[in-house]
């Protein structure tokens, strides 16, 4: 996934500074970790060169970023450690972790946190399976589609449905793989159906290969801060309708943390 730019309200924000505004562009340019020429840069963020050598030179000193051998820029060790301790003080991912940690050596297969953001699911946690799974492209921190994945899923299926409408007018439902969801109303169909279950599944909607479960998180308002799912190969996984044990032993999982979070289900 690309990485997050400010919405236009962000950009037009009276109390936004421009050279603030400049600098996290470079740092958000560089989220995908992939290293970038002076000129690269500039041109992701559409300033000359040497505006963006004077930024970058700036962000260089307090370690933000660093150049290689190659004068390729990359993120440097100061968004490791503001990331660490993010990480470190998150208090959702901590009351969740020792259920995700019992929840992935019951089931045996990847487990993950996220929340939804925008039009993306963020994932907070990743703890992966015990059997090889091949390639998955989640990753603490990485942001995955919502439409597509079943975290993002059952997080838009407790929407209000002014913001689901909102959703759909920002997000185009581009095809991942053939089994991506791509019309609007069939979406909100499913969307609505997700909500009388009480979970979501990925049936190779965003990786052709891959099969997730997904439940809710709720807070003790009783509004959904966060979801979790189980994922795995299609070969192990499928038929995934009818794996009623992993739905539930899912379900599960999500009503322990929920209740550690102060939910409290009406009878």
Known sequence: MSPRRASSEEKNNRYNVRVLDRAINILLTLADG????????S???SLSPSTTFRLLATLSCY?????????RYSLGLTCLELARAYYESNDLRKVALPELEALRDEVKETVHLAILEGTEV?????????????LMGSRVGGRAPAYCTGLGKVLLAHLKAEEIEDFLRKQPLAPFTEKTITNPETLKCELEQIRKMGYALDRGEHEAEVRCVAVPIFDMHGAVVAAISISGPAGRMEPLDANL???ERA??????ISEKLGFRPRA
């Not at 992939?34 to 840069?41: A, F």
């Not at 379900?251 to 322990?256: G, L, P, S, V």
């Open 245 to 247: 044990g992993l739905i």
């Open 34 to 41: 992939k290293p970038r020429t002076l000129q690269e840069v």
């Open 251 to 256: 379900c599960q999982a999500a009503r322990a």
């Open 63 to 71: 370690k933000f970023v660093q150049k290689d051998a190659l004068g």
């Open 122 to 134: 963020v994932y907070l946690e990743k703890l992966p399976g015990l059997h090889a799974i091949g």
């Open 43 to 45: 041109d992701a963020i």
